[in-house]
């Protein structure tokens, strides 16, 4: 079973597709993949040879824009692919730094200054 992609965007609220996204390579997350059969350890090996691997200590968050979950059902021998879309939001401050952190300008014709905002 799969999904065409201009269903999936169709069916979101807010689809966020942009060029950047496909620059970078996905950070891959395997679940389920501990088994001990030799068919399994292969799939994980495939998949993880698919894709770079990240050094955690020096990986600029900024390049990881996308998420691709694979998850193995050991009952069912079936493969689960998850792609998801990762954004880096700030947290913890005001709704005004908050657009400007993100490079959008809000409205500041009511305010009498910029501490305002802040």
Same mark, same amino acid.
């Given at each position: 079973?799969y999904?065409l992609?201009?269903d999936?965007?169709?069916?979101?609220?807010?689809?966020?597709?942009?060029?950047?996204?496909?620059?970078?390579? &996905?950070?891959?997350?395997?679940?389920?993949?501990? =088994?001990?059969? #030799?068919?399994?350890k /292969?799939?994980a @090996?495939?998949?993880?040879n698919?894709? &770079?691997?990240?050094?955690?200590?020096?990986?600029? =968050?900024?390049t #990881?824009?996308?998420? /691709?979950l694979? @998850?193995?059902?050991?009952?069912?021998?079936?493969?689960?692919?998850?792609?998801?879309?990762?954004?880096?939001?700030?947290?913890?401050?005001?709704?005004?730094l908050?657009?400007?952190?993100?490079?959008k300008?809000?409205?500041?014709?009511?305010?009498?200054?910029i501490?305002?905002?802040?």
């Amino acid at each position: 079973q799969y999904s065409l992609i201009k269903d999936v965007v169709s069916s979101l609220k807010r689809h966020r597709m942009h060029e950047q996204q496909f620059t970078h390579h &996905p950070l891959l997350v395997l679940s389920n993949f501990g =088994l001990q059969q #030799i068919q399994v350890k /292969l799939m994980a @090996t495939m998949f993880q040879n698919m894709f &770079p691997s990240i050094n955690v200590h020096r990986v600029n =968050l900024n390049t #990881i824009k996308r998420c /691709l979950l694979i @998850t193995y059902d050991a009952e069912t021998q079936l493969l689960e692919f998850r792609h998801y879309s990762v954004k880096v939001v700030p947290v913890g401050v005001s709704k005004g730094l908050k657009k400007l952190l993100q490079e959008k300008f809000p409205n500041m014709s009511r305010l009498e200054d910029i501490s305002e905002l802040l």
